[in-house]
């Protein structure tokens, strides 16, 4: 653990700032949930992500989608990969670079055709389909599917996905 310096006073209502460069260095936005927990005298606060509660769901989805459609899909929280399939390497825990939080942030779909791309550190090269999961009106992960022939149904199958979670992460 490291030491900010930072020395904060507990109010009356049991609150404390968090000082602003601290959650811009972290990535924490205004209105972010944030999850509390205990470990022998400290409190821990981390960012709370509502996809990985989900990761089951993520991996079942993407199994279903790779052995009856033979597509490839990666699934990520706002933070890094949750699920995936059809994939020969391990991508689970790997962290998003920018370029995808930049995607997950424009809310729009995206296509790239014919590129490589980096996910963790693996390099993938084929056509892509990135496709954000918008819960409550915040964009809380990426769908990514990819094959190595042209686009075609992945976009509707990515959507549908999406639509799942999003509807699952309303409640």
């Known amino acids: ?7 904060r006073r507990i109010d009356e ?4 700032v968090i000082p602003k460069e601290i959650r ?10 944030m999850e509390i927990f205990t470990e022998n005298d400290s409190i821990i606060l981390k960012k709370y992500y509502r996809m990985a509660t989900h990761s089951d769901l993520a991996s079942n989805l993407c199994d279903l989608i790779y052995n009856n459609f033979n597509y490839k899909i990666i699934i990520t929280d706002r933070e890094k990969i949750i699920a995936h399939a ?9 962290l998003l670079n ?10 729009e779909v995206t296509i790239k055709e ?11 090269n084929g056509n892509f389909v990135f496709i954000p999961i918008i819960s409550l009106n915040d964009s809380i992960g990426l769908i990514i599917m990819y094959s190595d022939t042209p686009i075609k149904d992945e976009i509707v199958i990515g959507k549908l996905i999406a639509s799942i979670f999003s509807q699952k992460l309303d409640i």
């Open 1 to 7: 653990m490291k030491s900010t310096g930072v020395v």
């Open 13 to 16: 209502l049991g609150r404390i």
């Open 24 to 33: 811009r260095n972290l990535g924490i936005r205004d209105g972010e949930n």
């Open 86 to 94: 059809g994939i020969s390497s391990d991508l689970k825990g790997k």
């Open 98 to 107: 920018q370029e995808y939080l930049n995607i997950l942030e424009s809310r």
């Open 114 to 124: 014919n590129t490589s791309e980096v996910i963790g550190e693996y390099t993938l």
